[in-house]
C-alpha cells in the first residue's frame, strides 16, 4: 500500500485477532526473498488487540508515514512489535501508546548492523510493557535475513537514533551472554523501568 501524503490513510482500527502460532499485521516494504523495496506508507493500525501470532505487527523494508497507536498485544512467541530490516528510505515509523502484556518480547529491531541507516524519524513513546517472557525489547544483528540472528546490535545506540518518552516497561536489565541479552535496548532518560508494575489490572483483555 503506497498512500500519497495528500491522500487519508489507510486505516485499520477496532479489530480483534487471534492467530495462534500464525503472523499478526505485516506492513511490507520489501520482497521477502530478494529484499527489492516495495514502498509500503501512509498506514494508520489503532486500537487493535491481538493475541498470540508469533510477531504481532510486522514493519518491514522501504516503509513510511507508519503510526502504531493503542493496540494491545499479548502472547506472542517472537515479538509484539517486530521492525525488520529497515531501508535507507524507512522514515516517519510512531510507536506510541500500545499495551504489550506477556509476550517473549515488546519490541524487537532485526536488522544487518553492517548497514548505517536505522530509520529516520523514528518514535517510541507512551508505551506499557508488562511481563515479558525474555529482555522487553532488543536490537538483534540479522544478517539481513527475516529467519537469523547473527549477534547482538547495539541497543543503546538506537536511543540517540530515535525518539523515545514516558514508556513504562516492567523488566530488569538482563545479565546473560544470549544476543538477546547483549542486544537491548536500555530506558531512555524519559522511560520508566521497574522490576514490578504495581496497580495495574494485568489482563490481556483489560
Not at 545479565?175 to 536500555?186: Q, R
Request: with cysteine; net charge negative.
Amino acid at each position: 500500500v503506497q498512500v500519497e501524503e495528500t491522500v487519508t490513510p489507510v486505516v485499520v482500527q477496532l479489530c480483534s485477532f487471534n492467530l495462534q502460532g500464525s503472523q499478526g499485521i505485516y506492513v511490507q516494504g520489501s520482497d521477502v526473498t530478494s529484499r527489492i523495496p516495495w514502498p509500503c506508507g501512509g498506514i494508520i493500525i489503532r486500537d487493535n488487540s491481538i493475541r498470540g501470532p508469533r510477531r504481532g505487527i510486522i514493519v518491514d523494508g522501504a516503509v513510511h508515514r507508519i503510526l502504531l497507536a493503542g493496540n494491545r498485544i499479548s502472547h506472542t512467541t517472537v515479538s509484539a512489535i517486530h521492525l525488520h530490516s529497515l531501508m535507507k528510505t524507512a522514515r516517519e515509523i510512531t510507536i506510541a501508546n500500545n499495551t504489550f502484556f506477556e509476550n517473549r518480547q515488546a519490541l524487537q529491531l532485526r536488522h544487518d548492523v553492517t548497514l548505517p541507516y536505522r530509520g529516520e524519524d523514528v518514535t517510541i513513546a507512551n508505551n506499557l510493557v508488562l511481563a515479558c517472557s525474555q529482555p522487553d525489547m532488543v536490537f538483534l544483528d540479522s544478517a539481513g535475513e527475516q529467519q537469523s540472528i547473527r549477534g547482538p546490535g547495539d541497543g543503546k545506540a538506537l536511543l540517540g537514533l530515535w525518539r523515545w518518552a514516558n514508556n513504562w516497561r516492567e523488566a530488569q536489565p538482563p545479565t546473560g551472554d544470549s544476543a538477546e541479552d547483549k542486544g537491548w535496548i536500555p530506558p531512555a532518560a524519559a522511560d520508566v523501568l521497574q522490576e514490578k508494575i504495581s496497580g495495574l489490572a494485568q489482563d490481556a483483555s483489560s
